[in-house]
């Protein structure tokens, strides 16, 4: 137990997590090609054609994963800003930062793909349904994030700041979600639900899996590279760095 | 009492000072001496518990630091004034203490500005008074709160000489009674004896 | 606790001596609900419907207005870090500065808003379940401002990022607040929104001076 532990903490600091990320990203990579192929080979050649939106539904292939990683990233971003506030572990701040960007694209993502569905469906580029809405102040909480850590100058208080927010936002998360739900049920009429398709085939489910996988492998590659970048430039005065590099 | 062991601080890159240790006995004082930017003020703020260590730590009675023993304890004053211009310094007095906890009549509020040549000036707002005589409402405070050990960055500063050597009385007074100082400072001191430690 | 009620005292004190950052605030929430009108147009129907939405959207935004002030003198002048320092919990006296800025900043709207509810042709109960509301609401505001304002403190372009950070966490409040006069309106019950604004009321009053404490202790770093 006692040596597990002490093993999990080497991997704490950045000078040893540097070269394991590096050997992790090309695995992840393939593993992100692969999910990636097959998840859309489904989701183009294998998945029916929806009777009622056509051809244009396809776009949930992109969409739906994209709004399950948008949320699942923020928190393990919170997880890992927590783990560093805790246990002022390094590395795990990088990591919360690392994140922040992804988490946002995958946001912005589905906020345009959700735009892009909605006007051949509905006619209109926005819809205030609950999802939707949610996922833009979602996108919001990301940007907030970012802008705070960009703000401090100091690495180790923009983590620890950062960390607050980020736990702020993950105890608000549920609230804003069901209040927005609860919002959008009393003002009913404009309400469409766009995760309600009619009759989810079995094929379907299986491409959005797929592609969620996908992006899953993508994101994990991505945010190591990063921590990468961001150990490299936060440790540029020590020298394992300047041997790294060298 | 105090015991201080092993202290490191950085700045960004830049390692201000590592393996900083000494410790106080009542009546003792400590004069801690350095160039502009070699670390005093990080040192004094490291050692009241406003910033976390690199490494090394600071034990009171015996306990580390920071508990709620050690800030019934202290009184620590630095750069800032600290006082609020919009009010008397018999307000700042009072509220201060009354924000600590600690029950201050007027009477002895009042006695406290006395002593530090305020006389006349307690019912002014601080936003008047002149730089030096603002920081004579903030050192007013060590004599209206009971502290074993007093912090003082920089306390010298902006003080005419009459308000120098009656500080130095303070404190001489603070540690014949069996007190504890650490004290920032480029100029020599007005107390006598004391050990140095330069950065 | 006498401590806590010192921070009270001292902030209204202080307030007391300069009025004119406090009046701010209130005369924002004035102007802005007089502008909407003027943008709109008179009729009434339109008005009502919409006067829930905008005496709350200008209740958040002239509460963001006092929020930078909430902790930048005491950072500046050096009383933080006395009061983080002070033998009594930081976390009272941050609690305590909290409600004196929900009297000064939020308890204002609270009793301004019948008043100008009347603008928008609001009727009696209706008057009476939107004051209820910014009660139950405002202060809210004031809890989870300050975990931004403690966050932002010192920080450049910190009034902005401010918003940034804390208006996206408004919005449950915004909703259930607004949404409460808009069923009583409709003739729907609002008992259901009230105590949901007051559930949140009671977390964020356990949970924002701990996390605003927090903040400030790595601010002082």
């Given at each position: 137990m006692r040596q597990s532990l002490i093993h999990w903490f080497k991997y704490g600091s950045p000078q040893s997590f540097y070269p394991l990320a590096g050997r992790m990203i090309p695995w992840f990579w393939a593993a992100a090609a692969l999910f990636g192929i097959a998840g859309l080979w489904i989701s183009f050649f294998v998945a029916p054609t929806d009777a009622q939106q056509g051809e244009g539904y396809r776009i949930i292939f992109v969409h739906v994963p994209a709004s399950w990683m948008s949320m699942f990233i923020y928190l393990v971003m919170a997880f890992w800003a927590g783990l560093g506030l805790a246990l002022n572990t390094r590395v795990s701040a990088m990591m919360a930062q690392a994140l922040a960007p992804t988490?946002?694209?995958?946001?912005?993502?589905?906020?345009?793909?959700?735009?892009?569905?909605?006007?051949?469906?509905?006619?209109?580029?926005?819809?205030?349904?609950?999802?939707?809405?949610?996922?833009?102040?979602?996108?919001?909480?990301?940007?907030?994030?970012?802008?705070?850590?960009?703000?401090?100058?100091?690495?180790?208080?923009?983590?620890k700041a950062g960390a607050i927010l980020a736990l702020v936002g993950v105890v608000n998360i549920p609230i804003i979600y069901f209040s927005v739900k609860w919002w959008n049920t009393l003002h009913q009429g404009s309400t469409i639900n766009l995760t309600k398709a009619p009759s989810m085939a079995q094929t379907m489910l299986w491409g959005m899996l797929l592609m969620a996988l996908a992006f899953w492998m993508y994101s994990i590659a991505v945010a190591l590279m990063r921590v990468r970048a961001i150990i490299l430039e936060r440790e540029r005065h020590t020298e394992w760095v300047k041997h790294a590099v060298e | 009492m105090l015991i201080v062991s092993g202290l490191a601080c950085s700045r960004g890159e830049r390692r201000l000072f590592a393996d900083v240790g000494f410790s106080l006995d009542a009546g003792e004082w400590l004069h801690v001496q350095g160039e502009n930017g070699a670390g005093k003020t990080s040192l004094m703020r490291l050692l009241v518990g406003l910033s976390p260590a690199d490494a090394g730590e600071v034990r009171w009675r015996g306990e580390p630091t920071p508990c709620l023993e050690f800030r019934r304890d202290l009184v620590y004053l630095g750069h800032h004034a600290a006082v609020k211009e919009d009010l008397t310094p018999l307000e700042n007095l009072r509220l201060s203490a009354a924000l600590d906890g600690i029950a201050l009549d007027e009477r002895d509020a009042l006695a406290a500005l006395i002593r530090l040549g305020l006389r006349g000036r307690e019912d002014l707002p601080v936003r008047v008074l002149s730089a030096g005589q603002k920081r004579r409402v903030l050192l007013a405070r060590l004599l209206t709160r009971p502290a074993v050990l007093w912090v003082l960055d920089e306390a010298f500063n902006a003080l005419d000489v009459a308000a120098?050597?009656?500080?130095?009385?303070?404190?001489?007074?603070?540690?014949?009674h069996g007190g504890m100082a650490v004290l920032t400072s480029h100029q020599p001191l007005p107390v006598p004896g004391g050990r140095t430690l330069v950065l | 606790m006498s401590a806590f009620l010192a921070t009270v005292r001292r902030d209204l004190l202080l307030a007391l001596r300069r009025k004119s950052e406090v009046l701010t605030a209130v005369f924002f929430f004035v102007i802005v609900t007089s502008l909407f009108p003027l943008g709109i147009g008179p009729e009434p129907v339109l008005l009502k419907k919409i006067a829930p939405g905008i005496l709350w959207v200008a209740a958040l935004l002239a509460t963001l207005l006092g929020l930078p002030r909430l902790f930048a003198a005491d950072h500046g002048d050096g009383t933080l870090e006395q009061m983080a320092l002070s033998p009594s919990p930081l976390g009272l006296l941050v609690a305590g500065k909290i409600l004196a800025h929900w009297l000064l900043c939020g308890l204002p709207l609270v009793l301004l808003a019948p008043v100008l509810g009347l603008q928008f042709d609001l009727d009696a109960s209706a008057l009476g379940i939107l004051t209820l509301a910014l009660l139950l609401g405002t202060p809210l505001l004031s809890l989870i401002g300050a975990i931004g304002a403690a966050l932002t403190l010192g920080v450049r372009g910190g009034g902005v990022l401010l918003a940034l950070l804390v208006l996206p966490l408004y919005i449950p409040a915004l909703i259930?607040?607004?949404?409460?006069?808009?069923?009583?309106?409709?003739?729907?019950?609002?008992?259901?929104?009230?105590?949901?604004?007051?559930?949140?009321?009671?977390?964020?009053?356990?949970?924002?001076?701990?996390?605003?404490?927090?903040?400030?202790?790595?601010?002082?770093?």
């Open positions: 988490g946002a694209l995958m946001a912005a993502l589905s906020l345009l793909t959700g735009a892009f569905w909605g006007k051949p469906m509905w006619g209109t580029w926005w819809v205030w349904d609950a999802r939707l809405t949610s996922e833009l102040i979602l996108f919001f909480l990301y940007l907030g994030f970012m802008a705070l850590q960009a703000a401090i100058d100091d690495p180790r208080r923009a983590d | 120098v050597k009656l500080l130095g009385e303070l404190i001489a007074e603070h540690l014949a | 259930f607040g607004a949404g409460a006069v808009e069923a009583h309106i409709a003739g729907l019950e609002v008992g259901g929104h009230l105590s949901l604004l007051a559930a949140m009321l009671v977390l964020a009053a356990f949970f924002a001076p701990w996390a605003t404490t927090a903040a400030l202790r790595i601010a002082l770093e």
